[in-house]
């Protein structure tokens, strides 16, 4: 088994929780989100299809770049901003060490 | 006022099952359902994506999946309230309960199955301060009917396919269709694009891309709306706003019914029938939550069919009931068609 990452989120509240995550399960953020029972929906299960998910990525950490669908999607989400991302399209990798989000408003 | 045996709140896959498996017990179903059509999240979300966790199904077509469905319960002729919400609910003295749906239509039976998954599905609203105030006074998140369109200034906002078919249906209909969107690039059937491409070359809508609508104006009724376009601002007179950024689900009226709710899901008994706080009541499939709870189709299957059995105890506490298998007992349709597996063929060898 491979080692847990942590992820720094900030809620919807201004709190700010340490996630810890594995990077073995193919968990995407979204998903790690939901097991620690944080108020992200993730009504499209996943397929870069609702946003809301959405969240800010705060730190450098070098991410893949968006897919069309993720694009697309981010074209048509609300309170969007430079460094938005669908975090269901983010995958627990052990590079993602440290990675600080803060969670976008859902509309 | 309709009449039924069990009234499903919910057309989607777990709503569609329970009709059939009502009608095995000979118990009659209405659904209601706020969209225009059957299918619930399959139909919405995802009709052209593959599900590949349908027993004995190895891969189906989300689509696919609600059509079979829809001809599976058809012997059972099940009705159906489209494109209205059930908003309330009341229970009669004698042990019936009448929902009532946001136009009005009563219905009346005497077992519920809330079956609304994640809720009713209403538009994305985009945060324009005064969006609220013009609401039915210029701004509209559907299109009931296109002539409420003629002859006025039309601004859509959205890059999907509802936001391209207006655009182009309106187009006919409107003085003027703009259509605006934070990219060039659309997520639609690629005919619609190609269409929204002839009308923009021809002139006869105005397309505005990288950028979006930042505020709208007008004293009782929207008037004008600014455009916001890479930092410069463009002002457009409008008659009408229609933002289409897709819908989104919420649980809704049924939140307020008195009935337990945890986590935005109703609070059933699942280690009996599924029924909820209060008796005659039962939700089934993803609006319920129990312990161990799976928001899957299959699980809403099974919670359907056991959900039939209890409400057959209840509307007829005084009748034995034993399980029969289809195979056995065939399908007796209210609609007096008939399906049996063939008799074997017993022959002598002399
Ligand atoms: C992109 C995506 C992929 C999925 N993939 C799978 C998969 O591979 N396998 C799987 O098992 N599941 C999958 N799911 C989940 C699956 O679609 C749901 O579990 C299933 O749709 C639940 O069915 P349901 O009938 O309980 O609710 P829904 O499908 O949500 O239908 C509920 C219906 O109730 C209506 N409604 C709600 N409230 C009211 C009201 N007050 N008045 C009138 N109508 C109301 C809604 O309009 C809706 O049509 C997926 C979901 C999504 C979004």
Redesign the pocket.
């Known amino acids: 088994m491979s080692e847990d990452i942590r992820i720094f989120l900030t809620d919807r509240r201004g709190v700010r929780h340490q996630l810890l995550a594995p990077t073995d399960m193919q968990m995407n953020l979204m998903e790690v989100c939901k097991a620690h029972e944080l108020p992200v929906e993730g009504?499209?299960?996943?397929?870069a299809?609702?946003a809301s998910c959405q969240c800010y990525v705060n730190s450098k950490h070098l991410l893949s770049e968006p897919s069309d669908d993720e694009e697309a999607m981010l074209a048509e989400a609300f309170h969007v901003k430079e460094n938005s991302r669908l975090s269901c399209q983010i995958l627990m990798t052990p590079e993602l060490e440290g990675l600080e989000v803060t969670l976008a408003p859902n509309d | 006022m309709i009449k039924t045996d069990i009234l499903i709140?919910?057309?989607?896959?777990?709503?569609?099952f329970a009709v059939f498996e009502a009608g095995l017990l000979k118990l009659k179903c209405h659904l209601?359902?706020?969209?225009p059509m059957?299918?619930?999240?399959?139909?919405?979300?995802?009709p052209k994506?593959?599900?590949?966790?349908?027993p004995s199904h190895p891969e189906i077509m989300?689509g696919d999946l609600i059509k079979n469905l829809e001809q599976q319960i058809a012997p059972f002729q099940p009705g159906y309230t489209l494109g209205?919400?059930?908003?309330s609910i009341e229970k009669t003295e004698d042990e019936q309960f009448i929902v009532t749906?946001d136009q009005g239509t009563q219905h009346q039976a005497p077992v519920v199955a809330?079956?609304?998954?994640?809720?009713?599905?209403e538009p994305r609203k985009p945060p324009l301060e005064n969006l609220k105030k013009f609401e039915n006074q210029g701004v509209n998140y559907i299109v009931k009917d296109p002539e409420f369109f003629r002859d006025k200034k039309v601004v859509i906002a959205g890059g999907g396919d509802s936001a391209l078919d207006w655009t182009i249906f309106l187009e006919n209909v409107a003085e003027s269709v703009t259509l605006v969107h934070r990219r060039n690039e659309f997520r639609g059937a690629l005919d619609s694009v190609e269409k929204v491409q002839v009308l923009k070359n021809e002139k006869r809508i105005k397309l505005i891309t990288h950028a979006e609508v930042t505020a709208l104006k007008g004293s009782e009724k929207l008037e004008q709306l600014t455009v916001t376009q890479q930092g410069t601002t463009i002002d457009l007179k409008c008659d009408h706003f229609i933002p289409l950024f897709g819908l989104t689900?919420k649980?809704?009226?049924?939140a307020k019914w008195g009935l337990k709710i945890e986590k935005n899901a109703i609070v059933v008994d699942n280690s009996l029938d599924y029924q909820t706080n209060i008796p005659g009541i039962y939700a089934?499939?993803?609006?319920n939550t129990y312990p161990g709870k799976l928001?899957?189709?299959?699980?809403?299957f099974h919670e359907a069919t056991l959900m039939c059995q209890s409400a057959f105890k209840r509307i007829y506490p005084d009748k034995r009931n034993v399980l029969k298998y289809t195979t056995v007992s065939g399908i007796n349709g209210f609609d007096g068609s008939q399906k049996q597996a063939a008799k074997s063929t017993i022959k002598s060898i002399e």
């Open positions: 009504t499209c299960g996943g397929m299809l609702c | 709140i919910g057309a989607g896959p777990t709503g569609l209601i359902d706020s969209l059957a299918g619930g999240q399959c139909a919405e979300i995802y994506k593959p599900i590949y966790d349908i989300a209205e919400s059930a908003v749906t809330i079956a609304g998954g994640l809720g009713t599905f689900p649980l809704g009226p049924i089934i499939g993803d609006v928001k899957l189709i299959l699980c809403g």
